[in-house]
């Protein structure tokens, strides 16, 4: 049990693990106890939650199913499916502070490899208990920053934050976002700073990094091939900027995390 002292919360792990559909499949009928949060890493997912309209989940997406609430799924989800899960409860569901089962989306985030962290420490013998609601309470605070963001200058913020997400796919600069939104770059890094507290530059590569690092452990491609689809001249230079950042090649990041709950269609 992790107890947040600024929220005046409990969080309860339960269990956690990787679904992957080996071939076409329908999510089952049924009715848990726990809290469930999904990040489908490949999808669609389509899903229905008792007393909510039905709904399709794509990449990236997060869904938070209520315990003691029917679901089931709707239509059939295509081979290649995927997607981590996690069952915990939460002293004060409000924390959440969702209206339905679709959260937002998520891609572009830290989530898929504090999902990793989470399956790792808690499918290891050498971590205490403790560690696997430590990385949980870490994915809900993942989870929270991809709320929207309200104030005077929401909207704005908003947008230019979901522009760089979806646009994480190769190295952004300050200049480029001033530019798409029309405004002038030292304007841009303080407002963003304000409400992520660091520099402009360093969350670029921040979202930029996370990217790749969801592309490392979810895909399958090799480290010459990732550096050419991520717009990377060569291998060389993707490994100079990667290992700058992260202190070991993506060779390296890649094995770090090897333990992992499989389950399949």
């Not at 049924?30 to 990040?39: A, G, P, W």
């Not at 891609?107 to 696997?132: D, H, I, K, M, V």
């Not at 979806?166 to 001033?178: C, F, G, K, P, Q």
């Not at 230079?237 to 990041?253: D, G, I, K, L, R």
Request: hydrophobic letters at 40%.
């Amino acid at each position: 049990m992790l107890i947040l002292a600024d929220q005046a919360a409990k969080i309860t792990f339960v269990s956690a693990g990787q679904f992957i559909a080996q071939e076409s499949w329908v999510h089952p009928e049924r009715v848990i106890d726990s809290i469930e949060l999904i990040y489908v890493t490949q999808g669609p997912v389509y899903l229905e939650e008792e007393g909510s309209p039905a709904l399709t989940a794509r990449q990236g997406d997060l869904l938070l199913l209520q315990p003691r609430r029917r679901h089931r799924g709707t239509n059939p989800s295509p081979a290649g499916t995927a997607f981590y899960w996690v069952h915990f409860e939460l002293s004060d569901p409000d924390l959440l502070g969702q209206s339905g089962p679709l959260l937002a989306n998520g891609e572009g985030t830290a989530l898929a490899l504090l999902f990793r962290q989470l399956l790792n420490y808690a499918n290891s013998p050498f971590y205490p208990a403790y560690a696997r609601e430590l990385a949980l309470g870490l994915i809900l605070a993942e989870v929270s920053q991809t709320r929207p963001e309200p104030g005077k200058h929401g909207a704005l913020l908003n947008r230019c934050l979901e522009w760089v997400r979806i646009n994480s796919d190769h190295r952004l600069t300050v200049e480029e976002i001033a530019r798409q939104f029309s405004y002038h770059p030292d304007y841009l890094s303080r407002l963003l700073r304000r409400y992520t507290g660091v520099p402009l530059k360093q969350y670029l590569d921040q979202r930029h990094l996370d990217y790749v690092k969801a592309r490392l452990l979810n895909g399958n491609e090799s480290i010459k091939e990732l550096a050419a689809a991520l717009g990377y001249a060569n291998e060389n230079q993707f490994n100079h900027y990667f290992n700058y950042h992260e202190h070991m090649t993506p060779v390296q990041y890649r094995e770090r995390f090897t333990r992992t709950h499989l389950n399949k269609a």
